[in-house]
């Protein structure tokens, strides 16, 4: 679809400079790991969060939309506590239809930056403006990963691409 121009090609950063080492953990049959267990490391290395957040916010500096894949619900809050409170709006599985609906709609007209979910928005969920996605959650899962990375590769006006 990118060699077609339906989408965007992507263009991977890998943070090298803070990251979250998942590596002691071991995912299910289904490629996702224990929530319990991937809490538990994220929430004994804060310091790393806020790195990371840090290196978004930069990286982002010139971004229309980015959105944030937490891995569990408390991780997003802890991602949500370190960018910018005007500009974040978080949503997960907590959160009512209504509040959603709210929230979404003003990501889509730009009025927050910074759209934080937990298993929320990897499917179904269109906003072409969205031009960073920060995955901050293990996956083993490809078809996962492929819907989380297919959130910013929708073609948008506004949106450059590079062929």
Same mark, same amino acid.
Not at 35 to 63: D, G, M, W, Y
Not at 90 to 119: M, W
């Given at each position: 679809?990118?060699?077609?121009?339906?989408?965007? @090609?992507?263009?991977?950063?890998?943070?090298?400079?803070? %990251?979250?080492?998942? +590596?002691?953990?071991?995912?299910?049959?289904?490629?996702?790991?224990?929530?319990?267990e991937v809490n538990q490391l994220l929430v004994s290395?804060? /310091?790393? #969060?806020?790195? =990371?957040?840090?290196? $978004?916010?930069? &990286?982002?500096?010139? /971004? %229309?939309?980015?959105?944030?894949?937490?891995?569990?619900?408390?991780?997003?809050?802890? !991602? !949500?506590?370190?960018?910018?409170?005007?500009? #974040?709006? &978080? =949503?997960?599985?907590?959160?009512?239809?209504?509040?959603?609906?709210? &929230? $979404? +709609?003003?990501?889509?007209?730009? /009025?927050?930056?910074?759209?934080?979910?937990?298993?929320?928005?990897?499917?179904?969920?269109?906003? @072409?403006?969205?031009?960073? $996605?920060? =995955?901050?959650?293990?996956?083993? +899962?490809?078809?996962?990963?492929? %819907?989380?990375?297919?959130?910013?590769? /929708?073609?948008?006006?506004?949106?450059?691409?590079?062929?």
């Amino acid at each position: 679809m990118i060699k077609h121009k339906y989408l965007t @090609p992507p263009n991977l950063i890998d943070a090298p400079v803070a %990251q979250y080492d998942f +590596s002691q953990l071991r995912a299910g049959n289904n490629g996702e790991y224990n929530s319990r267990e991937v809490n538990q490391l994220l929430v004994s290395h804060p /310091r790393v #969060t806020q790195a =990371i957040c840090k290196q $978004i916010e930069n &990286l982002a500096e010139t /971004r %229309q939309g980015v959105m944030i894949f937490a891995a569990t619900v408390e991780h997003a809050h802890e !991602v !949500v506590s370190y960018l910018p409170a005007e500009n #974040t709006a &978080l =949503i997960t599985g907590a959160t009512a239809q209504q509040e959603r609906d709210a &929230l $979404i +709609s003003a990501f889509k007209e730009k /009025r927050y930056k910074y759209l934080v979910n937990v298993a929320v928005l990897t499917t179904g969920f269109d906003a @072409p403006h969205v031009d960073m $996605i920060a =995955i901050l959650r293990p996956t083993q +899962s490809v078809s996962l990963y492929q %819907q989380i990375v297919g959130r910013g590769l /929708r073609l948008a006006p506004e949106k450059p691409i590079a062929w």
